[in-house]
């Protein structure tokens, strides 16, 4: 309300009133901008009020104001005043959820959130609870801030309860909420046990069985552990609900007890907790004991007191401790040993001793090492920490080795040594030694400290002949047991009578002499001779001899012509005796050393001559007779002019011994550099070369030049390049080079002269085209010109090549035809054409490409691009070179189908959702001229209807539009609010191009489809409401903001059921009415467009009204029965299908499974799961199609009374009064409703019955024993089913000897049992096998017959071969005892020496001999034996026989071949050769390997002692692949040099060769060419290939038509016999090692060629209309016969002539040969093998027209006969120019393949083509 503004002069027409929230109460959606207001209300000027009935929420603050407006304008807005709305019903609460509480199954947890909105003040919620139990509950009445609230439903298991919510304000109660439906939490699970587990201590075993009500599917059991003695918590256990058992396996120690308990859990929570039981865990070993000390006992050397106290963690109940000792140090004998070779001592104990005395097996002076472990009944526990101490010392043994030695040059002294005792029982503190010798009795040596073990013993006598010794260690105990007493000898006195003197001819030896010592005191073992020289006293180092010897050479460290003095000296065993006397003597004299100060130098202006000089050697070595002067040439001479020998070039000049230089004047070439040396001789012999000296002699006129070459220059034909080398002999410094040459066409030009470093000039001959140019060159010296070399002759490059072309090749966009004639001047034999390409753009290089010489036509394929141009020229190639280039052409590549489109974008149209804009740019390679650009889309998303389709089932949008569209508007076949993914291709003249990247959109959305599956659901006890479900659209068209839910009742019209969320797909509806009768609904979709299409409208009845009149009584005797009867529903809204009757124990609610009757029934008889004389609480619902109804009054009945009988009714057995019901295995309870007396005691139990004994065992097995021939072992599966506990098997088997045999009964895990069989030889034996359960013995299991082994073959021999030393050849006969068909024999042998395993060798059953040949050697013994083999298996060895090989021998000289199929050439020369010629045996052009030995006396051997293979020496040994080194034993010959090697084998066989090709050979019918190249993986050396063909129509792909088999050197084969002409052939490759055949290679198919084309064909003119075509016969394979002959020819059209059979010519007449060209072929037709091949043909002829002239014959008589004798010479001479010309033609077409008159010849597709033509033409001609 509002009062007119004031001042105004105008009449107000309107009032404006704006009004817009104020607070926080307010809808979201209406929260505008603090100045827009959101409602608007104008009234008429008059009035001063409005009353705003819409668009305001309730209980909503608004801030309004007014305007007034005039017919000017709108007026300032007046103050603003602000109110509220009224409150009303607020509604529904949300989120409304149900929980359980653990330990109390009668509470329920409701909680919820505050509704929104809530049109008031909220002043309390009210809760409404309905359980399953006892109807309706008011949970609870919370004030407005309490949104949780706690529910006693009243009772402990109220199987299901469902609630709702509603909100309270002082309008009153709201809209309840979605009614919620929780399950009843289950009871505890029942018989619950706990058990340890035998050997795992940290384990318990938990059992249980399900809880008697579990309200809802179990979905776990939780299982809860604590410490008995500390209640410490261990994290519970989660099993799967069908689980009724676990190990308890974490945190559990071992022998510790623990309290356990287990819930059940369902969807609704953790239900109650079964009763605590206690269980320990079994034991454990013990941890380690501790305090573990260890001390000797004072006075007893060999025992230790231990102690320790229990371990911390004993893991149960300790049984015995175990003391452990080893000593600390190693002991050569240990005392004690646990096990063998161990010294460890072990003594147990009971568990109460905590120390013991170790006094057994101890040593004195020992340090050992303890430790305790403590043993529970689960073993042994941890050691504990290791203590270590020594026992007390004791009297120390005997030191060890004890040795005497004499010394040199004092004969009264001893040295005597030893090491420590084993066992020094303490600390050593001295030695003692004690000697007695021969002469003077006792001495005592020495008494040494603790550290040393040696000592000096003076025996007071020189000469003492011998003395004894021992030596004891001292302790603190005193001293030890004396050592092995050792005796030694006196040293021998000096030799007698040495003599010393030189040895003639051996400048480095002086001889020895002497006789034996005076005294020698023992046996001399040996004599040592001493030598220095007497010049400087340098040491000689000794030569010692035999004992028995007195005479030797001393040999070495001696000069020539020097003086030494020497001395001899006698050793026996106890050391070296005293020295002889020392005598000197002169070594004889030796070849002198090297002469000193060599000088070499040239002669002035004597180019021959030389000057050398020297000074004598060093070490002359004796007397010097004369010098010797050596020269060689330092650079190589063609022709030496002095031979010291055979091809030698050494100059030797021999002077006296006073000489010192010389010229040398003789046998020198001018300009040489020669090295010279001088040696000195003395009557020893010629001595040592000096330093060799270098110079060079003065120089002369060169030799001539070599190697002359001359080449041209491309693109300038007047020039030639020569080139060359020095002379051989330059004779001088060269100081340049002249060249000289002559052409066809201007006589001598001198080309050019040369410095002396340039070997190449340039000749300008002065001619284009010279034809040929003839050359030579000469070396200049100071000295002037030199020798001419060799005059070269070069022809002149080619001209260009003619009518050059170049043309695109359509539909190869990366290919151009070039096509040319020869050159004008070709100068020589054209060798190939080059044709040189480039981009014209560009300029970019293309590699040339380079074709036969005879072809005029090409294809240029590669490196070019579509749609280019390129800029191409054509050479000719000579052997002179690269001729002139043809002129240059362009040409341009055809279309390629273009590269992707690039900046593809898609983006939706606004507004509009079934368009989107698409646009993109040209691709970067066009390829071509773009014609079009294609543009495709694809749904992203699946649709259950795709609008547009392109091609069966797909979904591809696809639209075209020309090459100057960049964008385009897709507007058809799209759906609203779907992910298009979308690309765009450009097309050319080739195709369409690549797919541009794909890009991706979203089009706009639309109002939504209809959703399905829309579902209504009544709910039991609330006839008032309806459950709606449904699932979301096909086609949303957006995103799906909201549901609504509209329905209509046949009671109250139409109700907006529900708006839910986008997520919630089920909502409640409430009808209003109590009893609806029936209501209709449907449902819509929202997105942000609106609502969409409505669902289908979905009816559903209401639920039927309670039974009435329901009463229960029992029914008279019938004790476990009750009667129940009532009439129909009220109001049954639809027909009855079934009425429901439910019972529960009235003192246990003890639930009991209801009944079900027909809908037209309305009395039954409970009479299941009731007792007698019990009271049951039941009540009775209606169903219809709509579900189960209202219930019924809850009624109250006892059932009757059972009384007992004196004679009982029913007797199962003569005098027994048990009652026996059988029951199904599914039932697990049933009602006993007969036999029983009313009021009477039972007592009752129940059994289960397997279905019947157990079936039979499966995969029973028979199996014999190599060697046992008695015994069979019987192995068998377990049977299935059951039926049972297995608890034992038996094997039941018949022999054919002796009957029927138990074989064994073994327990219920044993499936295996061996048989014996009594019979050594049983033949055959029949065995089966059967399962026991308690039922008794099952099914038994097919019966298996198993054959006896075969006893030993007979009669075994082994004998060798003679001349096979590697082969030795076994016999023998059948065994007495097959028992079955013989399969095979095995022959097994092993070397008698060294037991060595050699490979067995397998025959077949039918042979009774072999020969073993492989891993034997020669000469050498095999014990061998053989076996039988049958299906059974391996049987009986014969006995052991024992051969050797037979020997080999050598051959002095064998020449070629050594060993079968090798090819080694061996030649044996005398030891003064040093170079051979081989010439026998060897292939051209094959690489052979070569290498030298030498032999000496010592070395070669007449009769080598082992040979593998004929004529060969060498010893082979095989060992097992595990072997890495062996002693080689056998077959040395002792000091001789041996040479070895070795060779690992594989049993892989090679991989499969690679790259195979197969091409045929041209114009060879019969031939195909494979190549290849080696396997990958080779495995060992390949010795051969096999190639396999075979024709392609063969069925079988494994049958081999053709094989060939190819040296391992060669990688390629050429079937030269066997293939049939123009036949499809596939073949494959194998390479073989010395293991056997490799992997096949892939397969690879060609066709052979076809029989060869027809040759010298020709055609000549016989008349101005007449021609006569002739040929050669035709050429055919093994396998062809001819068809026929034709001729074909043409002018404007084609003619074809039929030839008689076996002519090879015809004349083909009326042709206009004087102004008509015609072309000819000549075409064959063959069959092979009665199927007809393609044609042959022959080449192009082409015959131009004809003089006409030639053949002009005048009329008049008087010169008709002149002029014909003159015409017919001039015709003869004509036809035979002809002939020749045509020959000559044909041999030129012929080698080159070419054409005639440069008309190419046929192809073989014209030619194919004329033949399918032949039979239009029959009729001509």
């Not at 939706?908 to 773009?930: A, E, H, M, Q, Y």
Request: a negative charge.
């Amino acid at each position: 309300m509002w009062s007119a503004p004031t001042g105004i002069s105008s009449n107000i027409t309107t009032y404006n009133v704006y009004c817009r929230t104020s607070d926080s109460q307010a809808y979201p959606e209406q929260v505008v901008g603090p100045n827009e207001p959101t409602i608007r209300s104008t009234v008429n000027g008059t009035i001063l009020a409005t009353v705003f009935s819409t668009g305001l929420n309730p209980f909503t603050q608004y801030d309004c104001y007014a305007t007034a407006s005039i017919s000017i304008r709108e007026g300032p807005r007046s103050t603003i005043a602000t109110n509220r709305t009224d409150q009303s019903t607020p509604t529904a609460p949300r989120v409304l959820s149900l929980s359980t509480v653990r330990y109390f199954p009668n509470l329920i947890i409701a909680t919820w959130t505050p509704p929104i909105p809530k049109n008031g003040i909220i002043t309390a919620y009210s809760v409404y609870c309905n359980t399953s139990v006892n109807g309706l509950i008011i949970g609870a009445k919370t004030n407005a801030t309490t949104l949780v609230v706690t529910i006693n439903t009243g009772s402990d298991m109220f199987t299901q309860c469902s609630c709702y919510v509603t909100a309270n304000t002082s309008i009153g109660e709201g809209t309840p909420s979605q009614m919620i439906t929780i399950e009843s939490l289950p009871s505890a699970p029942l018989n619950f046990s706990l058990a340890p587990i035998s050997g795992s201590p940290d384990m318990l075993l938990a059992m249980w069985t399900a809880p008697a009500r579990r309200n809802n599917s179990i979905t776990a059991y939780t299982v809860y552990c604590n410490t008995s003695a500390t209640q410490a918590y261990i994290e519970p256990l989660v099993v799967n609900g069908t689980t009724l058992t676990t190990i308890i396996d974490h945190d559990l120690g071992p022998y510790s007890q623990y309290d356990c308990y287990v819930t059940a859990n369902t969807s609704s929570g953790e239900g109650m907790a079964s009763r605590v039981l206690s269980a320990r865990t079994s034991e454990l070993i013990p941890s380690a004991p501790l305090n573990v000390t260890l001390v000797p006992v004072s006075g007893s050397p060999n025992k230790l007191l231990i102690s320790w106290t229990p371990p911390v963690s004993r893991n149960g109940i300790i049984t015995a401790y175990s003391v452990y000792c080893n000593p600390s140090e190693s002991q050569e004998n240990p005392v004690h040993l646990i096990g063998r070779n161990a010294s460890t001592i072990k003594v147990v104990v009971n568990e109460t001793t905590s120390a013991i005395v170790l006094d057994k097996y101890l040593n004195p002076d020992t340090q050992y090492e303890c430790y305790v472990t403590a043993t529970t009944s689960a073993g042994e526990g941890a050691p504990s920490e290791r203590v270590t101490t020594r026992t007390s010392e004791s009297a120390s043994t005997a030191p060890r080795g004890l040795s005497l030695s004499t010394v040199r040059y004092f004969p009264n002294l001893i040295i005597a040594t030893w090491t420590p005792p084993n066992t020094t029982n303490g600390i050593i503190t001295a030695y003692s030694v004690y000697c007695n010798t021969s002469v003077n009795g006792l001495i005592i040596g020495a008494k040494t400290n603790a550290t040393t073990l040696v000592v000096t013993i003076n025996t007071g006598s020189d000469m003492f002949t011998q003395c004894s010794c021992y030596v004891t260690a001292n302790t603190s105990i005193g001293e030890g047991t004396p050592s092995q007493m050792i005796t030694i000898q006196s040293l021998p006195s000096a030799p007698l009578n040495f003599s010393l003197a030189p040895i003639s001819g051996s400048p480095d030896m002086l001889l020895a002499m002497w006789t034996a010592p005076a005294k020698q005191n023992s046996f001399i073992t040996a004599y040592t001779v001493y030598c220095n020289t007497s010049a400087t006293q340098a040491y000689i180092k000794p030569l010692v001899v035999n004992g028995t010897t007195l005479t030797t050479i001393i040999d070495h460290d001696l000069g020539p012509y020097s003086q030494y003095d020497c001395y001899v000296t006698a050793n026996t065993s106890s050391g070296e005796g005293m020295a002889s006397r020392v005598l000197s003597a002169r070594t004889s004299e030796l070849i002198p050393s090297a002469p000193l100060n060599v000088t070499l130098v040239p002669v002035p202006g004597l180019p021959n001559k030389l000057l050398i000089s020297w000074t004598p050697p060093v070490s002359r070595n004796g007397i010097i007779t004369a010098y010797s002067v050596y020269c060689n040439p330092s650079e190589s001479q063609e022709n030496p002019v002095h031979l010291i020998g055979r091809n030698a070039s050494t100059i030797k000049v021999v002077v006296n011994e006073t000489t010192s230089a010389i010229v040398l004047d003789k046998y020198l070439n001018p300009d040489t550099q020669y090295e010279c040396y001088v040696t000195a001789t003395t009557s020893a012999g010629e001595g040592a070369p000096s330093e060799r000296v270098t110079t060079r002699t003065s120089e002369s006129a060169s030799t001539a030049p070599r190697g002359l070459s001359l080449s041209t220059v491309r693109y300038f034909p007047n020039l030639i390049i020569a080139t060359w080398t020095p002379p051989n002999t330059t004779n001088g410094i060269i100081t340049a080079y002249s060249v000289y040459c002559n052409t066809s066409v201007n006589g001598l030009i001198i080309g050019a002269k040369t410095n002396a470093t340039t070997l190449v000039v340039t000749i300008n001959t002065g001619s284009d085209m010279f034809t040929q140019c003839s050359c030579y060159v000469t070396a200049n010296t100071s000295i002037g010109e030199g020798t001419p070399s060799q005059m070269i002759t070069i022809q002149s490059l080619p001209s260009a090549p003619l009518n050059f072309s170049l043309a695109p090749i359509s539909g190869s966009p990366d290919m151009l035809l070039a096509m040319w004639t020869a050159p004008a001047k070709q100068n020589s034999f054209i060798t190939a054409y080059t044709v040189y390409c480039n981009t014209s753009a560009t300029q970019a290089y293309i590699k040339p490409l380079v074709v036969n010489g005879t072809t005029l036509t090409t294809i240029i394929d590669h490196d070019l691009g579509p749609y280019s141009q390129y800029d191409c020229y054509v050479t000719a190639n000579t052997s002179s070179g690269e001729g002139m280039a043809s002129r240059v052409l362009s040409a341009r590549t055809s279309e390629l189908i273009p590269s992707a489109p690039l900046n593809v974008t898609l983006v939706p149209v606004p507004g509009l959702p079934n368009k989107l804009l698409i646009s993109w740019t040209p691709p970067v390679s066009r390829n071509g001229i773009i014609t079009a650009y294609s543009v495709y889309c694809n749904p992203s998303e699946s649709q259950e209807n795709p609008v547009h389709l392109i091609g069966r089932n797909a979904s591809t949008i696809k639209v075209v539009v020309n090459e100057t569209t960049s964008a385009i508007v897709l507007d058809k076949y799209l759906n609203p609010d779907t992910q298009y993914e979308c690309y765009v291709t450009a097309t050319t003249s080739a195709g369409e191009g690549a797919p541009s990247e794909r890009v991706t959109t979203r089009t706009s959305e639309s109002a939504s489809t209809a959703p399905r599956g829309l579902s209504l659901s009544t709910v039991r006890y609330f006839p008032n409401l309806i459950i709606a479900t449904w699932t979301p659209p096909n086609t949303t068209n957006g995103i799906i903001t909201a549901y609504s839910v509209y329905c209509n009742t046949s009671v109250n019209g139409l109700i907006k059921g529900a708006k839910t969320n986008a997520t919630t797909l089920v909502v409640t509806i409430n009808t209003g009415s109590d009893m609806f009768t029936q209501c209709s609904c449907y449902v819509t979709a929202n997105t942000s467009i609106g609502e969409g299409t409505p669902s289908q409208m979905i009816t559903i009845q209401s639920l039927p009204s309670a039974p009435l009149n329901f009463s229960l009584a029992p029914i008279s005797g019938s004790p476990d029965m009750l009667l129940a009867m009532w009439t129909a529903p009220a109001k049954q809204n639809s027909f009855i299908t079934a009425y429901t009757v439910y019972c529960n124990t009235s003192a246990t609610q003890a639930y009991i499974k209801p009944l079900v009757v027909n809908g037209t029934t309305l009395t039954t008889i409970i009479d299941h799961d009731l007792g007698p004389y019990s009271q049951y609480d039941c009540y009775v619902t209606a169903n219809t199609s709509s579900g189960e109804g209202m219930a019924s009054r809850v009624l109250s009945a006892r059932t009757s009374e059972l009384k007992s009988q004196e004679n009982p009714v029913h007797l199962i057995g003569r005098n027994a009064s048990t009652i026996k019901v059988v029951v199904n295995e599914t039932t697990s309870a049933i009602v006993l409703d007969k036999y029983l007396n009313p009021d009477t005691q039972y007592e009752c139990y129940v059994t289960a019955t397997t279905s019947a004994a157990p079936t039979a065992p499966r995969e029973f097995s028979l199996s014999t024993i190599r060697y046992f021939p008695n015994i069979i072992i019987a192995t068998w599966t377990p049977p299935i089913p059951k039926n049972g506990i297995i608890t034992a098997y038996s094997v039941y088997c018949n022999t054919s000897v002796n009957g029927l045999i138990i074989g064994a009964k073994t327990n219920a895990t044993t499936l295996v049992v061996t048989i014996n069989t009594g019979s050594v030889m049983f033949t055959q034996y029949s065995c089966y096998v059967t399962a026991n359960t308690s039922i008794g013995e099952g099914t038994p299991s097919q019966m298996i017959t198993i054959e006896s082994l075969p006893s030993a073959p007979l009669n075994f021999s082994l004998a060798p071969i003679s001349g096979s030393p590697d082969m030795l050849l076994a016999m023998w006969t059948a065994p007495a005892k097959q028992n079955s068909s013989i399969t095979a024999y095995t022959v097994y042998c092993i070397t008698s020496a060294t037991q060595a395993y050699i490979k067995p060798l397998v025959v077949n059953g039918t042979t009774l001999t072999t020969i073993i040949d492989h891993d034997l050697g020669p000469y050498s013994q095999y014990d061998c034996y053989v076996t039988a083999n049958t299906s059974s298996g391996e049987g009986m060895a014969s006995p052991v026989i024992s051969a050797r090989t037979s020997e080999l021998k050598s051959q002095e000289n064998p020449v070629h071949l050594i060993g079968r199929n090798v090819s080694t050439i061996k030649v044996v020369v005398n030891e003064t050769t040093s170079a051979i010629v081989l010439d026998k045996y060897l292939n051209p052009d094959t690489q052979y390997e070569c290498y030298v030995t030498a032999t000496t006396s010592a070395e070669s051997q007449e009769n080598p002692v082992h040979l593998i293979g004929r004529n060969v020496s060498t010893i082979r040994v095989v060992v097992n692949e595990t072997t890495s080194a062996i002693v080689l034993d056998k077959d040395l010959n002792p000091y001789t040099q041996y040479k070895c090697y070795v060779t690992a084998t594989t049993s892989a066989v090679p991989s499969s060769p690679m790259n195979v090709t197969l091409q045929p050979i041209p114009d060879v019918p019969n031939q195909l060419r494979i190549d290849w190249t080696p396997p990958s993986k080779m495995n060992g050396i390949i010795i051969a290939y096999t190639v396999y063909c075979r024709t392609q129509d063969i069925i079988d792909p494994n049958l081999p038509t053709v094989r060939a088999i190819v040296n391992a050197s060669s990688l390629n084969a050429v079937f030269s016999t066997g293939l049939k002409a123009f036949t499809s052939y596939v073949c494959f490759v194998t390479a073989n090692t010395s293991i056997g055949e490799g992997d096949a290679s892939q397969l690879v198919t060609n066709t052979t060629d076809e029989s060869g084309n027809i040759s010298c064909a020709s055609v000549t003119a016989i008349s101005n209309s007449d021609v006569r075509v002739s040929w050669m016969p035709l050429v055919l394979p093994s396998d062809g016969a001819l068809v026929g002959y034709r001729v074909l020819y043409w002018q404007s059209e084609l003619n074809s002539i039929h030839v008689p059979d076996g002519a090879t010519q015809i004349d083909i007449n009326n042709l206009n040969l004087k102004s008509n060209s015609y072309q000819f072929t000549i075409m064959a037709e063959i069959s092979i093998d009665g199927l007809p091949q393609k044609a042959n043909v022959s080449q192009y002829m082409y015959l131009k027209p004809i003089d006409s002239t030639v053949l002009t014959v005048q009329s008049s008589d008087s010169t008709v006969k002149a002029v014909s004798a003159t015409l017919a010479t001039v015709i003869v001479i004509f036809l035979i120019v002809i002939v020749a010309a045509v020959v000559a033609a044909a041999l030129i077409m012929r080698k080159n393949r070419g054409s005639f008159d440069a008309v190419p010849s046929i192809d073989k597709r014209t030619a194919v083509m004329l033949w399918s033509a032949l039979p239009q033409l029959e009729n001509i001609h």
